[in-house]
């Protein structure tokens, strides 16, 4: 099991360190194991935008292969997905369960705690970035 999930695609700009990438999903996507934990099962193209200090060796039009290492790609899901499941479900039950308050009230705690996640996750971006980033190369 390859421990890198790759995909080629084809670069859209260079903007300082960073280069834009337009990925285009293939149909061997569907038999890939990885395919939930990088998000491109679900859609035909995704940009991704990689921060290298070799930016300066592509331009728009290149093709190029973008990779991840796999525990990297989990890390995000584990962030994106998980981590908001957990905080909805946990919300939910303290709110009925221990604050006793009404469902319409349980509701909107809930979704409040959901959108307070993801804005937390927002602010923490340049960090998290710092810890799951992409690879590219030339093909």
Known sequence: ????????????????????????????????TARQACGMGESQQKMVEI???DAAEYAAG?????????????????LG????IAVLVLTLVLCLCLFS?????????????????YVVLWL??????RKIHFTITKR
């Open 1 to 32: 099991m390859a421990k890198i999930i790759e995909h080629t695609g084809t670069v859209e700009s260079v903007t300082g360190e960073v280069v834009a990438v337009r990925i285009t999903a293939h149909s061997a996507c569907g038999a890939c």
């Open 51 to 53: 921060r290298t200090a």
């Open 101 to 117: 308050t009404g469902e319409g009230a349980a509701v909107f705690w809930t979704l409040g705690a959901v959108a307070a996640y």
């Open 62 to 78: 290149d093709e190029v292969t973008v990779g991840v290492w796999r525990n990297m790609a989990s890390m995000a899901v584990l």
């Open 124 to 129: 923490l971006r340049n960090k998290i970035e």
């Open 81 to 84: 997905y998980v981590g908001a």
